[in-house]
Structure formats: structure tokens, C-alpha cells
């Protein structure tokens, strides 16, 4: 069996991944339309067979129809979330911290700016779906309240990718801001409830699991 390896890419402040076992790979994340070449030149060298977006805001979706269309893959997220791709505010977003309030006024303006190209999943991943048939040691955790289609990726029961359930911005924390924080906040403690991880994240560093509320 090819080994696992997660590779993190930095899309300006958000991260996209790839996870490779031998030349099979899954792409996790599109990012921004200024770092589409940078993310499919880090693609190229594989057979990436799928993408999976973790919620549907601007910044982690932008370039899911210009890499699926050069990729010739198919593109999964959670069916919660497919509301969010013509416009994403509809789904509003609150948040309480200083720094969640000053995230959340430049991600309002970007909502409202920035223009997703028209693309349509064929894959809709729901919790403890699987993504062996693409090749990857995989399974879809859902994590509602960022978003209300907001998912993760357990890969291996030794890593987790949470999209922005969590971030690590300036430090690690429960997701700055939120659609439901009720279901944020129990997300955030089924992802510590998961025992001994790495956590990635969509914004910042990865770092070990932990109380997250």
C-alpha cells in the first residue's frame, strides 16, 4: 500500500491540500482565483482524482470549476452547502471576538465582491462516507456551524483536515466565526472527543488536538 503523505499548500491566508498515496491524490480545497496555477502546478505531477471542498465560502471554492475542468475530476462537498455557491452570504455568518469581527468584515465584503465561477458537484459526502474508491484512507466527519454543510476529512485516524470548524489564525481555536454557534461549538467538541490527531486546518498551522472549547 503507497504511504500517505499530506501536503500543505498556502493559497495567501488559506490552505489547500493534497493528499498523495503513490501518484493517486485527492485535492482538498481550491483557494483564491490568484492562486489557481500554483495550486494546479502542485496538482500536475499527480492523478488527482477528486476534490473536496470542505463548506462553500469564496475563499476555499473559487477555483473548484478551473481545476476540476484542467484536472478532469470531479468535484464532492456537502449537499448543506450548495446554497452557498451562487452567493455566499446566504448563510450569515456572526462572531463575537475582536479578531472573529474583523475576519468576519473582510469575509462580509469579499461575500459580497467576490464571484465564484459556476460549477456543479457530482459527489455529496456525508459523515462516514468513505474515499477508498479515489484511492485515500479517508472519511467524511460532518461539522456543521461555520457553515451548515461545513465537513472534514479523518485520514488514517491520525490526522483530521477541518476546514474552518477550527483555525489557527493567530492561535488555535474553535472556528472565529460562525452560521449556528451552538452547532459550532459541538463540532468543536466532537473533533476534541476524537482523541489524538494532527489537526489541519483551512486557515494556519496544523497542531495537535485538543479542548477546544
Same mark, same amino acid.
Given at each position: 500500500?503507497?504511504?500517505?503523505?499530506?501536503?500543505?499548500?498556502?493559497?495567501?491566508?488559506?490552505?489547500?491540500?493534497?493528499?498523495?498515496?503513490?501518484?493517486?491524490? @485527492?485535492?482538498?480545497?481550491?483557494?483564491?482565483?490568484?492562486?489557481?496555477?500554483? @495550486?494546479?502546478?502542485?496538482?500536475?505531477?499527480?492523478?488527482?482524482?477528486?476534490?473536496?471542498?470542505?463548506?462553500? !465560502? @469564496?475563499? /476555499?471554492?473559487?477555483?473548484?470549476?478551473?481545476?476540476?475542468?484542467?484536472?478532469?475530476?470531479?468535484?464532492?462537498? /456537502?449537499?448543506?452547502?450548495?446554497?452557498?455557491?451562487?452567493?455566499?452570504?446566504?448563510?450569515?455568518?456572526?462572531?463575537?471576538?475582536?479578531?472573529?469581527?474583523?475576519?468576519?468584515?473582510?469575509?462580509?465584503?469579499?461575500?459580497?465582491?467576490?464571484?465564484?465561477?459556476?460549477?456543479?458537484?457530482?459527489?455529496?459526502?456525508?459523515?462516514?462516507?468513505?474515499?477508498?474508491?479515489?484511492?485515500?484512507?479517508?472519511?467524511?466527519?460532518?461539522?456543521?456551524? !461555520?457553515?451548515?454543510?461545513?465537513?472534514?476529512?479523518?485520514?488514517?485516524?491520525? !490526522?483530521?483536515? @477541518?476546514?474552518?470548524?477550527?483555525?489557527?489564525?493567530?492561535?488555535?481555536?474553535?472556528?472565529?466565526?460562525?452560521?449556528?454557534?451552538?452547532?459550532?461549538?459541538?463540532?468543536?467538541?466532537?473533533?476534541?472527543?476524537?482523541?489524538?490527531?494532527?489537526?489541519?486546518?483551512?486557515?494556519?498551522?496544523?497542531?495537535?488536538?485538543?479542548?477546544?472549547?
Amino acid at each position: 500500500m503507497p504511504t500517505l503523505k499530506i501536503k500543505r499548500m498556502e493559497a495567501g491566508n488559506v490552505n489547500c491540500y493534497l493528499l498523495t498515496a503513490g501518484k493517486d491524490a @485527492v485535492l482538498v480545497d481550491t483557494g483564491r482565483e490568484k492562486y489557481r496555477d500554483k @495550486v494546479l502546478g502542485a496538482c500536475l505531477d499527480y492523478n488527482v482524482r477528486l476534490i473536496v471542498l470542505t463548506h462553500g !465560502h @469564496v475563499d /476555499h471554492v473559487q477555483n473548484a470549476a478551473y481545476l476540476a475542468r484542467w484536472l478532469q475530476a470531479p468535484i464532492a462537498m /456537502h449537499e448543506a452547502d450548495l446554497d452557498l455557491l451562487p452567493d455566499n452570504c446566504m448563510q450569515p455568518l456572526t462572531a463575537e471576538t475582536p479578531v472573529g469581527k474583523a475576519v468576519l468584515a473582510l469575509s462580509v465584503k469579499s461575500f459580497r465582491e467576490d464571484v465564484i465561477p459556476e460549477f456543479h458537484p457530482s459527489v455529496f459526502l456525508k459523515e462516514g462516507d468513505t474515499l477508498e474508491r479515489w484511492g485515500i484512507p479517508a472519511r467524511a466527519v460532518e461539522l456543521p456551524g !461555520h457553515t451548515r454543510g461545513s465537513i472534514g476529512l479523518d485520514i488514517a485516524e491520525k !490526522h483530521l483536515l @477541518v476546514g474552518d470548524a477550527l483555525m489557527n489564525m493567530l492561535y488555535p481555536t474553535a472556528s472565529l466565526l460562525y452560521n449556528d454557534r451552538v452547532e459550532m461549538l459541538a463540532s468543536a467538541r466532537k473533533i476534541a472527543g476524537m482523541g489524538e490527531r494532527t489537526i489541519w486546518f483551512g486557515h494556519g498551522k496544523p497542531a495537535a488536538n485538543r479542548d477546544w472549547v
